[in-house]
């Protein structure tokens, strides 16, 4: 089993900056994609930033130039630097990963609150 652990959430003001990491844990064997998707109140979980284990990333339209994924194959850690926060940016972030484990997947971290408010 694998497990997913986010963290790096919290209230900023527009125009801040905020990290997530996201760590996985568990019997794995490799990770071939880790995937940042957020979800507003109301809406459906959309994918923000995705990044495979070349390093290749790929970016939703409206993040593109603000936010930049990263990874630590070593660590099995993505993170996702956001930086000109906006309000509109307001959401539950969820980290996703796609593991070859024992258990093979897609496995879920329990989402992690940002609030972009002044």
């Known amino acids: 089993q694998v497990q997913l652990a986010e963290s790096g959430g919290g209230l900023v003001q527009p125009g801040g900056s905020l990290r997530l990491s996201c760590a996985a844990s568990g019997i794995i064997v490799r990770i071939n994609a880790m995937g940042w998707y957020r979800q507003a109140p109301g809406t459906q979980r959309e994918l923000v930033a995705a990044i495979v284990v070349g390093g290749g990333t790929s970016y939703a339209d409206s993040v593109k130039g603000r936010f930049t994924i990263s990874r630590d194959n070593a660590k099995n850690t993505v993170y996702l630097q956001m930086n000109s926060l906006k309000p509109e940016d307001t959401a539950v972030y969820y980290c996703?990963?796609?593991?070859?484990?024992?258990?093979?997947?897609?496995?879920w971290g329990q989402g992690t609150q940002v609030t972009v408010s002044s």
């Open positions: 996703n990963a796609d593991v070859l484990s024992s258990v093979p997947g897609a496995y």
